[in-house]
């Protein structure tokens, strides 16, 4: 718990992957990807419980051994098109129908590994504040806006109206990303539908690039690994798998 809120966890993790396949159970830093936002979940102390979203056995299976529960999430909430903020709907039906009373829930997406329970907690006192009704993490811009292109017919323009692509770093405006590395919100504020996962009043909480790394190609998991073996990131601290 926070103050006097309780926290639930939830890992969104669907079997389908077209670009890595079997992405959720692949070892990263000799864990399975789903197993990193578990750990950390696990060792964040304000969080009560932690659940995993999916139709896949296998992965239901890693959950389950790391100590998570499990919502069988139904094959219409698992498509390449299906909105991730359904399945979170669909995680808190489940919950309230078996008498789940949190009130913040946190959502930590496999794919953003490196986050750390400093980021989690980061997002959870924010929301505990009052003034927020939702938080994401976000990090600098790999590319700056102003320095996007678009090429028309063969021509190029800058993607920004009026921008100058080439002025220096120092006097670009700050630009961020959403980092998908921790989602948070009060439960009674999820809207019944919609897309977004930012709502109401939202939240911004910022984190270092090197705890960033969005894991979608073979070069992202090379990347993560590397940052783990030089030990630039070390990810949430490790929680030894249970049967429990």
């Keep these: 718990m926070i103050d006097t809120h309780r926290v639930v966890a939830v890992v969104p993790a669907r079997g389908g992957s077209e ?31 932690v659940v995993v ?8 299976a890693v959950a389950r051994e790391y100590g998570a529960d499990v919502v069988d999430r139904p094959a219409s909430l698992a498509t390449d098109d299906a ?22 829930l946190v959502m930590l997406e496999p794919t953003c590994p490196l986050r750390r329970p400093e980021d989690v907690i980061a997002c959870l006192e924010r929301l505990a504040a009052g003034d927020c009704d939702s938080v994401a993490t976000f990090t600098e811009a790999a590319v700056n806006p102003h ?17 100058d692509p080439f002025q220096p770093r120092q006097s670009l405006p700050d630009a961020y990303e959403l980092t998908g590395a921790v989602y948070a919100f009060a439960v009674d504020a999820l809207p019944a539908e919609g897309s977004s996962l930012l709502f109401g009043r939202q939240g911004a909480v910022t984190m270092p690039r090197e705890r960033s ?16 073996a030089e030990g630039v990131v070390t990810g949430g601290r490790p929680v030894e798998a249970t049967n429990e």
Excluded: C, Q
């Design 147 to 163: 320095r996007i292109w678009r090429i028309d017919g063969g021509d190029p323009e800058p993607f920004v109206d009026g921008a």
């Design 53 to 60: 979203t999916t139709d896949d056995p296998s992965i239901a």
């Design 83 to 104: 909105l991730v903020v359904d399945a979170l709907r669909h995680v808190v039906e489940e919950l309230r129908s078996e008498g789940e009373d949190a009130d913040l």
């Design 213 to 228: 790394v969005d894991i979608d190609t073979e070069l992202d998991f090379a990347v993560a690994e590397t940052l783990l």
């Design 19 to 49: 670009t890595v396949p079997n992405k959720n159970v692949r070892g990263l830093g000799g864990k399975p990807l789903v197993a990193w936002p578990i750990d950390v979940a696990r060792a964040t102390p304000a969080i009560d419980r």
